[in-house]
T-cell receptor
Framework: AQKVTQAQTEISVVEKEDVTLDCVYETRDTTYYLFWYKQPPSGELVFLIRRNSFDEQNEISGRYSWNFQKSTSSFNFTITASQVVDSAVYFCALSEAGDDKIIFGKGTRLHILP | DGGITQSPKYLFRKEGQNVTLSCEQNLNHDAMYWYRQDPGQGLRLIYYSQIVNDFQKGDIAEGYSVSREKKESFPLTVTSAQKNPTAFYLC????????????FGPGTRLTVL
């Protein structure tokens, strides 16, 4: 069965610090997709990244970076030099091959303190 | 602008009344989804539709109903059979239902009094 675990329920850091959000997944498939979404206080989920299971290259987009490690079934998300606008709930998600659905983790609430 | 609209943003209903939440997309996406979000629970799938005139139950379909008569519209009815309807409801769509990222609407916060 597929499962996504975000063990950090809530994190608080001071602005400009780096912060890493953990995501561990479980799947029996060899082909799957992983996602990260951001939910700001307004409520709408914003898509951040999609990564397929055959591409283990780390990705960087501005202050955001993602570390995908199949050996540990993890897909961690790092924000460098955090800003107050990064305060949100972040969700990691998984979709297996041939499945119509995306399974979401329970989210990590990130507070960036000024 | 392309996107997903949900209306209204806030909705109040009396207990025992059915209520329909609207979701419209102009992204030409085939697949549409309804999620429920409760504090600390993440997102739970209620119903999804891969194509017009077809839909499937998600993990928590009891007490809800949907229709998909048009590609761009996927309304959700919260019936009186739903025991705890107060929640934040999110609609999403994707190009197809497999592998593709989902794009979300702004959500409707339903409060049943």
């Amino acid at each position: 069965a597929q499962k996504v675990t975000q063990a950090q329920t809530e994190i608080s850091v001071v602005e400009k610090e780096d912060v890493t959000l953990d995501c561990v997944y479980e799947t029996r498939d060899t082909t799957y997709y992983l996602f990260w979404y951001k939910q700001p206080p307004s409520g709408e989920l914003v898509f951040l990244i999609r990564r397929n299971s055959f591409d283990e290259q780390n990705e960087i987009s501005g202050r955001y970076s993602w570390n995908f490690q199949k050996s540990t079934s993890s897909f961690n998300f790092t924000i460098t030099a955090s800003q107050v606008v990064d305060s949100a709930v972040y969700f990691c998600a998984l979709s297996e091959a041939g499945d119509d659905k995306i399974i979401f983790g329970k989210g990590t609430r990130l507070h960036i303190l000024p | 602008d392309g996107g997903i609209t949900q209306s209204p943003k806030y909705l109040f209903r009396k207990e025992g009344q059915n209520v329909t939440l609207s979701c419209e997309q102009n992204l030409n996406h085939d697949a549409m989804y309804w999620y429920r979000q409760d504090p600390g629970q993440g997102l739970r799938l209620i119903y999804y539709s891969q194509i017009v005139n077809d839909f499937q139950k998600g993990d928590i379909a009891e007490g809800y109903s949907v229709s998909r008569e048009k590609k761009e519209s996927f309304p959700l009815t919260v019936t009186s059979a739903q025991k705890n309807p107060t929640a934040f409801y999110l609609c999403a769509s994707s190009v197809t239902s497999t592998y593709n990222e989902q794009f979300f609407g702004p959500g409707t916060r339903l409060t049943v009094l």
